[in-house]
């Protein structure tokens, strides 16, 4: 296994899907992975050390282990099939080791809080991990997996450059804001 630390949470711009991106601690590849926007948010907010007033699900989760003896020793993104991650928690409890079933977003936002080391099979990265470019603009041509329930951006999405976006920046110099026009318009 290869370990691997969060490296940031995207969104698009276009669609606003959340993509955790995971970075190889020995290299630059990465591992981007599409999640749902509450997962996005839980491991944002984690990562940031905000403390939510009431427990969220996965503090609910970190709580109801610890309360049954168990620990987390570590996590691990173990395979992928058809582009959807799977994931393990692995929790001692007891002397013995449980493997529970995950998604990964809710492995990685449990791992985030408790500061447990995050694990990929290298059969994973190999499949679909990838390399940014010098800037860290752009990824490489592999289409990155996605989870269930989560949009992957598909190819047909129109490519963005200063010829495709001329048309907004021209409509939007047209604007005088100074004088909004009067009729026509509902006053909310």
Known sequence: MIRVVVDSIRVSLLTQHRVVVLRETDSKR???????????????????????????????????????????????????????????????QRGRTVEIDARPSDAIALAVRTEVPIFVEAHVLDQAGVYFDEDEQAMATETPAHEPGAEPEGENEPELNDDSMSIFRNFINTLDLDNPPKGGQENS
Not at 31 to 56: K, S, Y
Not at 58 to 71: C, E, M, V
């Open 30 to 92: 990465y591992l981007p992975i599409w999640i749902g926007p509450f997962e996005a948010d839980a491991i944002a907010m984690a990562i940031q050390g905000h403390e939510p007033q009431r427990p969220m699900t996965h503090d609910l989760l970190k709580a109801t282990i610890s309360d049954l003896d168990g620990q987390i020793n570590h996590i691990a993104i173990n395979d992928i099939q058809d582009n959807t991650f799977f994931a393990r928690i692995v929790v001692e």
